[in-house]
């Protein structure tokens, strides 16, 4: 981050909030699986290979558009060498603009696709030589660099290289906020073990149980009295 000029890394940080946006909405809709973080996606197919091997294949699935779209992102920057930046970033464009259209029109398998290949993408934009120097779509190396530079200046030694990482997580953390507040009930690939998809509004509760109402004492009786008579009085008769 630090070699970049401030107008590059805002775009960074763009790039990190929209990256976060796009994943929680992908979260939402596929019911558990990420379009970004691949980490997520290769953890819950290890889990789902052991308990559901059929549900596997969701998490398998973004993994191959996303690195369909790393592929693709690398081989059009080294054709496009000095604005491969334009061309990615109106490629990402087109992408999310179609995927957008395709879950508005209720295809949200689709959409994960594009979406995921989209982020894949993405991660083309800051490369330098063929290697990525900035990771838009994954934080956990942002972190680790941010963490690090928190421990040098405690220890009175700062490390400028260091610097621009936690915002770029925090970047990514409004975006997903963001991605969370979108529609309330949009389709649902996958609901999860509990059978309702999360954000399904809750079903009222059950109404009581209806107790029938003691008939009423009768004129000149007490109350004591009147359960004593009714506890002698003969059932009815049928017939």
């Excluded at 107008?7 to 558990?32: I, M």
């Excluded at 290769?42 to 558009?65: F, Q, S």
């Excluded at 490629?91 to 995927?99: H, K, N, R, Y």
Aim: charged share 15%; with cysteine; glycine share 16%.
């Amino acid at each position: 981050m630090h070699r970049y000029d401030p107008a590059r890394q805002r775009l960074a940080l763009g790039l990190a909030g929209l990256a976060g946006l796009v994943d929680a909405t992908g979260f939402v809709v596929a019911g558990g699986y990420f379009t970004s973080f691949m980490s997520g996606n290769t953890t819950r197919m290890g889990v789902e290979l052991v308990e559901r091997p059929a549900l596997a294949l969701a998490p398998l699935g973004l993994i191959g558009c996303f690195l369909i779209g790393v592929i693709g992102g690398a081989m059009i920057g080294r054709r496009s060498e000095g604005r491969h930046k334009r061309v990615l970033l109106g490629l990402v464009a087109a992408l999310l603009a179609a995927a957008a259209g395709l879950l508005a029109a209720g295809l949200p398998m689709p959409f994960l696709a594009l979406s995921a290949a989209a982020m894949g993408l993405s991660n083309n934009v800051f490369a330098k030589a063929g290697e990525v120097t900035v990771g838009v779509t994954y934080m956990t190396g942002a972190l680790v660099r941010f963490g690090q530079g928190l421990a040098a200046r405690l220890s009175g030694q700062p490390l400028p290289s260091t610097r621009g990482y936690g915002l770029l997580w925090s970047a990514l953390a409004c975006g997903a906020a963001a991605g969370g507040c979108g529609p309330a009930a949009p389709p649902r690939v996958r609901p999860p073990p509990g059978g309702r998809p999360p954000g399904a509004p809750v079903p009222p509760p059950p109404p009581p149980p209806h107790w029938p109402r003691p008939d009423p004492p009768e004129r000149g009786l007490s109350p004591a009295r009147h359960r004593a008579s009714a506890s002698r009085s003969p059932p009815a008769r049928r017939g």
